[in-house]
């Protein structure tokens, strides 16, 4: 998604409004920084949660996944976000140095909403095609 931008000579400003710029209320917010080369985060779905994510600083990829099919996205741009909706497996990787990985989240911290076994998930979504 593409975020509002106000352009100035003096440095640049993005702005996120819940319901607005993301399809979701904002209940949470967090970030990753400090992320040494090499390491990988993420790695789990959400049985319920929406995020948003933006490369704030730097750059790394996202690689989502419905549990067939697979696509990597590269953010480096801190006026794009990608919007990843429920019961989608991401994992974030090959972050630059210095990056910072923001995340808007539409519920507060719920460890019951992830998934964090894979064939759990892909076990979950194929069960919700079917229904
Ligand atoms: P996790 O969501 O697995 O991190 P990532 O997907 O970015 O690799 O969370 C890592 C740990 O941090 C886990 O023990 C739960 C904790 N945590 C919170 O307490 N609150 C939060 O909002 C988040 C995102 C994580």
């Known amino acids: ?64 996944s419905d549990g067939v099919s697979t696509e990597r996205f590269f ?9 990843v909706p429920r019961m989608v497996w991401r994992e974030l990787e090959d972050f630059s140095s210095g990056s910072v990985c923001l995340v808007l989240a539409s519920q507060r911290y719920d460890e019951g909403d992830y998934y964090r076994d894979h064939d759990e998930f892909v076990a979950a979504r194929a069960a919700a095609e079917l229904a």
Do not use: C, K, W
């Not at 593409?2 to 400003?13: C, F, H, I, K, Q």
């Open 1 to 64: 998604m593409e975020l509002p931008r106000v352009t100035d000579a003096r440095g640049n400003l993005t702005f996120i409004e819940g319901g607005e710029h993301v399809p979701f209320d904002i209940a949470r917010v967090y970030y990753l920084y400090d992320v040494p080369g090499g390491e990988f985060r993420g790695g789990h779905a959400h049985r319920e949660l929406e995020q948003l994510i933006v490369a704030a600083a730097g750059s790394f990829d996202v690689v989502v």
């Open 75 to 83: 953010l480096n741009r801190s006026y794009y976000g990608l919007y």
